[in-house]
């Protein structure tokens, strides 16, 4: 057994976290230009709250791909470190993503979940995690081996500094509160991705 | 079964797949995902055979759509490759993601559904492609013969990058034999 397998104490005992306070955690330990890709909804509207840093993508309607969009990133700029920001019902839509990127295995690339068991955003209508399902589970499974429930907040940094300094890819799972996002992203996608671009360099 | 023979830029006769494969490689495409189609093996054979390209399936269509647009925005050229009934998945991913964000997802469609098809989903699934693709403004060329193989296929490449626009390239059984069913 290795040291991932016994590091976390699983789905049922995990702290519930607030989804705006551990998004500017893992915020704060970027310094070195990582690319940040939110999902539809929450994940990117507490992204853009925690900080407008111009490496980061606000996807808007596409539910489920922030992970393979981080994906592509991670594959054309490998120096750099990739999170995907994702919610449980999203990743719930795209699950395949999860054995695609364990077959690339990006060094670079981490995928963080925030499980609410809700479809929060469409009004909290529960997803598969109320009633059972385990992303770490799953995401072990399709053979992300490093994948974790973060216990809690002190958890979840230690997890992160790892996934910056360790190669992965990761997976972090965890549970949030009913809190609702505390902003609204900007809705002009031409604006996000060429900010998003001039962040990552591909545009001058 | 390959359409007619054309001269290339060797001057020598090459069959559809490769000649795809080498206007891929010319405008700096390098990412390569599919879902795959009996009709496109012969290019995603010579795609994953050639160590330029970063090639390998996805569990679905929209998932390849998420990965070349992350690509692209990160500064690598990609394309995704499918058969007619992978494209009927795309509508919400082209809408929401390469639209809107200016995006230029080359899409490789091999079409079914039409002269010949056995299978009547496919033939319903065929109709619904153009329209999809007419609705959303989207740039579309359809390859009949082996000679328009390099200069569609390269001028769409040019556009789509020059203009920032998702374009698909749809492959007809006139050029690659399509699929019959065996008796
Ligand atoms: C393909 C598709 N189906 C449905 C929707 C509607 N929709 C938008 S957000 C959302 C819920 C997302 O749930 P989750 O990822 O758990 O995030 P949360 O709202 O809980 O933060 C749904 C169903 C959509 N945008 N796209």
Redesign the pocket.
């Known amino acids: 057994m290795s040291a991932i397998d016994t590091e976390s104490r699983g789905r049922g005992n995990a702290k519930v976290m607030n989804r705006f306070d551990i998004t500017k955690r893992l915020v704060a330990k970027l310094k070195r230009e990582e690319a940040v890709v939110g ?5 990117n509207f507490d992204l853009w709250a925690a900080e407008r840093r111009p490496q980061n993508f606000y996807m808007l ?4 791909l922030a992970a393979p969009i981080a994906l592509g990133v991670a594959l054309a700029q490998p120096q750099r470190r990739v999170i995907a920001l ?6 719930m ?1 795209q699950l395949g993503c999860l054995a695609t990127i364990a077959h690339l295995k990006p060094r670079n690339l981490a995928i963080v979940i ?1 499980d ?1 068991a ?5 009004g ?1 209508q529960p ?1 598969a995690t109320a009633h059972g399902a385990d992303i770490v589970a799953i995401a072990r499974g399709s053979g992300l081996d490093k994948s974790l429930w973060a216990d809690d907040e002190a958890h979840f940094e230690r997890l992160v500094d790892r996934c910056l300094a360790e190669d992965g890819p990761w997976l972090i799972a965890t549970r949030i509160d009913a809190q609702p996002a505390v902003a609204q992203t900007e809705r002009d996608p031409a604006k996000i991705r060429d900010r998003f671009m001039r962040g990552l360099g591909t545009r001058e | 079964m390959t359409g007619s023979a054309a001269p290339t830029v060797a001057g020598a006769t090459r069959p559809w797949h490769e000649i795809m494969r080498d206007v891929l490689k010319q405008n700096q495409v390098r990412l390569a995902t599919y879902v795959p189609d009996n009709v496109l093996r012969p290019l995603l054979d010579v795609l994953h055979a050639d160590r330029d390209f970063t090639t390998f399936a996805t569990t679905r269509e929209e998932e390849a759509v998420g990965i070349v647009a992350g690509a692209w925005m990160g500064g690598m050229r990609g394309c995704v490759l499918m058969q007619t009934s992978g494209f009927a998945t795309l509508a ?1 991913a082209i809408a929401s993601l390469a639209v809107p964000f200016q995006i230029p997802v080359v899409m490789i469609v091999s079409e079914r559904g039409t002269l010949g098809e056995f299978n009547w989903g496919q033939a319903l699934t065929c109709r619904t492609m153009r329209p999809v693709l007419d609705s959303l403004a989207i740039e579309h060329h359809t390859i009949s013969r082996l000679d328009e193989v390099e200069f569609i296929t390269d001028r769409t490449i040019k556009q789509a990058v020059m203009t920032q626009a998702p374009a698909a390239l749809i492959l007809s059984p006139l050029l690659t034999g399509g699929k019959v069913l065996k008796k």
Do not use: L, R, V, W
């Open positions: 999902g539809i909804g929450n994940t309607g596409s539910m489920g994702e919610g449980d019902g999203s990743i839509m925030m609410n809700a479809y929060q955003i469409t909290s997803t | 919400n």
